[in-house]
Every structure is written in structure tokens, then in C-alpha cells.
């Protein structure tokens, strides 16, 4: 069997199940680039192997993630046991994500308020809804309710909380023909580079000193607040639009490092040793 085939009718399963088309994009590239590697399906394991270990361990982890599931479908449509059950899972190397301080997130609502209707209404969004860059993107009038927008992308079709503040200045903005709600030069709707060149300019304004300035420093940012505000992981999930709980734990909990240094000094009986080196 051809692996083009296999990819091919593993595509139309996926568009029948209602991915997005940002995520049904990604299945096609990936299975693109498996049929390169392997004309002929099943692929063996060590030819995956290899390849793995020669690019970066972040995109190894991607090809794997998308290849896994191309194999699942293979295993249940054509009885073929998945290919990538003996590939060793690639293991990305934890980084420290820095996200926007308390201080420079007051800082940013004070540089907003020079800032175009466009532009405020553009990193009022990301702040207050965490919506990903591609969600954004297609976001149409249509989709902006009275307390949500609707919103689709990674995850697919998902409601996402908004403030009162972010909706009327998600209204305030010009209404076009297209029906989406944010525009560029020449009235055509804003492009992802659009949107990313907003967010780093205010946050450069600010001071931020992070390797990342696009939208989802100010995601990752709405998920630290949340949490330190008292908020419970569950909820997080949800308006981040995670279909795993365990993929919120895995990923923000680590980002509050500070928090569970503070928390140690308060609980750790290493106290003891303090009260008597003073005595």
C-alpha cells in the first residue's frame, strides 16, 4: 500500500470529524512529508527513528504527535499495526517561557490608551481571552456575543469568555462586507504577521525583555494570572480551549516556579534549623 493512499482517506476521516482547517492543514504537510520519507506504507520504525533524530527536538515532537495519529487511523481502518508504537517519543527539553509581569501589564493598558482602535482592540483580545493567533484571525463580527465570541481553530469550533471592555471595542471598529473584524492596509482582513506585529510593538513599548512577543506570550501570560488569581486549572482549560486537562497542568504549572518557591518557605520544616542557628 502507498502511503499517499493511507494519507489521502486519513484526511478525509479527519475533515468528517470536524477538525479545524488550521489542524487539517498540518495532518496534510506532515503526511506529505511521511510519503517522502516512505512511499510505501507501513514506514519502518528505524526510517522514522532516523529522521527524528535529525531535526530539531520541538518539530521532532510535532512529526511524532501527527504521525501517531496517521498510525492509529492506519491500526483501526486497515487492521496494520501503528508504525510509531516502537519509535521512541522524542523528549523536548523544558525552557523557561518568560511571561508579561503584573507591572508591565499595567504599563501596557496605560500605552493602549494612545494606541489606534484597531491596535487597542487587537491586545485587549489576547489579554482578556487568550485566544490563539489562528482563532484571531478568522474571528468574524458574527462570532462576538454578548459575554463570548465563538471561535474557530486547533481545537475546532470553541466558546471563549469575554469582557464586557473587549466587546464593545471589538464592536467600536469599522464594519466591512468580508464580515471579519480585523483589517490591515487596503481594507483586506489582518494576516497572522498582522497581528503578531501589533502585540510585539506594545509590548516592546513596554519594556518587555521575553524571547517571544507575538500572541501567545500574552496566552501563556493569561494562564499565570489566572491561576495566581485563584483560578482552578479546569476552568483554565477551557477557556484556553485544551482538550487534555493534563496538557494545562503539564504546561503552567511550571511557570509559576515562583509561587511554589514562596509556598516551600512558608510550609518547609527546614524552619527548624533557622529557629536554632538564632538561639
Given at each position: 500500500?502507498?502511503?499517499?493512499?493511507?494519507?489521502?482517506?486519513?484526511l478525509?476521516?479527519?475533515?468528517?470529524?470536524?477538525?479545524?482547517?488550521?489542524?487539517?492543514?498540518?495532518?496534510?504537510?506532515y503526511?506529505?512529508?511521511?510519503?517522502?520519507?516512505?512511499?510505501k506504507?507501513?514506514p519502518?520504525?528505524?526510517?522514522?527513528?532516523?529522521?527524528?533524530?535529525?531535526?530539531n527536538?520541538?518539530?521532532a515532537a510535532?512529526?511524532?504527535?501527527?504521525?501517531?495519529?496517521?498510525?492509529?487511523?492506519?491500526?483501526?481502518?486497515?487492521?496494520?499495526?501503528?508504525?510509531?508504537?516502537?519509535?521512541t517519543?522524542?523528549?523536548?527539553?523544558?525552557?523557561?517561557?518568560?511571561?508579561?509581569?503584573?507591572?508591565?501589564?499595567?504599563?501596557?493598558?496605560?500605552?493602549?490608551?494612545?494606541?489606534?482602535?484597531?491596535?487597542?482592540?487587537?491586545?485587549?483580545?489576547?489579554?482578556?481571552?487568550?485566544?490563539?493567533?489562528?482563532?484571531?484571525?478568522g474571528?468574524k463580527?458574527?462570532?462576538?456575543?454578548?459575554?463570548?465570541?465563538?471561535?474557530?481553530?486547533?481545537?475546532?469550533?470553541?466558546?471563549?469568555?469575554?469582557?464586557?471592555?473587549?466587546?464593545?471595542?471589538?464592536?467600536?471598529?469599522?464594519i466591512?462586507?468580508?464580515?471579519?473584524v480585523?483589517?490591515?492596509?487596503?481594507?483586506?482582513?489582518?494576516?497572522?504577521?498582522?497581528?503578531?506585529?501589533?502585540?510585539k510593538?506594545?509590548?516592546k513599548?513596554?519594556?518587555?525583555?521575553?524571547?517571544?512577543f507575538?500572541?501567545?506570550?500574552?496566552?501563556?501570560?493569561?494562564?499565570v494570572?489566572?491561576?495566581?488569581?485563584?483560578g482552578?486549572?479546569?476552568?483554565?482549560?477551557?477557556?484556553?480551549?485544551?482538550?487534555?486537562?493534563?496538557?494545562?497542568?503539564?504546561?503552567?504549572?511550571?511557570?509559576l516556579?515562583?509561587?511554589?518557591?514562596?509556598?516551600?518557605?512558608?510550609?518547609?520544616?527546614?524552619?527548624?534549623?533557622?529557629?536554632?542557628?538564632?538561639?
Open positions: 500500500m502507498r502511503t499517499t493512499e493511507v494519507v489521502i482517506s486519513f478525509a476521516d479527519r475533515k468528517l470529524m470536524g477538525v479545524s482547517p488550521i489542524t487539517l492543514k498540518n495532518h496534510e504537510y503526511g506529505k512529508r511521511l510519503a517522502e520519507i516512505s512511499p506504507f507501513p519502518k520504525p528505524e526510517i522514522i527513528q532516523c529522521f527524528l533524530a535529525t531535526v527536538p520541538q518539530y510535532t512529526f511524532y504527535r501527527y504521525w501517531h495519529a496517521l498510525g492509529n487511523y492506519a491500526e483501526r481502518q486497515y487492521k496494520i499495526p501503528n508504525f510509531m508504537k516502537s519509535v517519543r522524542p523528549r523536548i527539553p523544558k525552557e523557561n517561557l518568560p511571561t508579561v509581569s503584573g507591572t508591565e501589564l499595567n504599563l501596557l493598558a496605560w500605552a493602549l490608551h494612545d494606541a489606534n482602535p484597531r491596535d487597542r482592540a487587537i491586545v485587549t483580545l489576547f489579554v482578556d481571552t487568550a485566544i490563539r493567533l489562528g482563532e484571531a484571525v474571528l463580527r458574527e462570532d462576538i456575543k454578548d459575554n463570548h465570541i465563538i471561535v474557530t481553530g486547533k481545537t475546532g469550533y470553541r466558546i471563549a469568555p469575554l469582557s464586557e471592555v473587549t466587546r464593545d471595542l471589538l464592536l467600536s471598529l469599522p466591512h462586507e468580508d464580515g471579519y480585523f483589517h490591515g492596509k487596503g481594507g483586506k482582513p489582518l494576516t497572522k504577521y498582522g497581528f503578531y506585529g501589533v502585540v510593538k506594545y509590548l513599548k513596554v519594556g518587555y525583555k521575553g524571547k517571544q507575538g500572541p501567545q506570550t500574552l496566552r501563556r501570560s493569561y494562564g494570572f489566572h491561576l495566581k488569581d485563584g482552578d486549572l479546569k476552568s483554565l482549560s477551557e477557556i484556553l480551549g485544551h482538550s487534555d486537562i493534563s496538557t494545562t497542568a503539564n504546561y503552567y504549572t511550571p511557570l516556579i515562583e509561587d511554589v518557591i514562596q509556598i516551600h518557605h512558608r510550609h518547609t520544616p527546614g524552619r527548624v534549623f533557622e529557629n536554632a542557628a538564632q538561639q
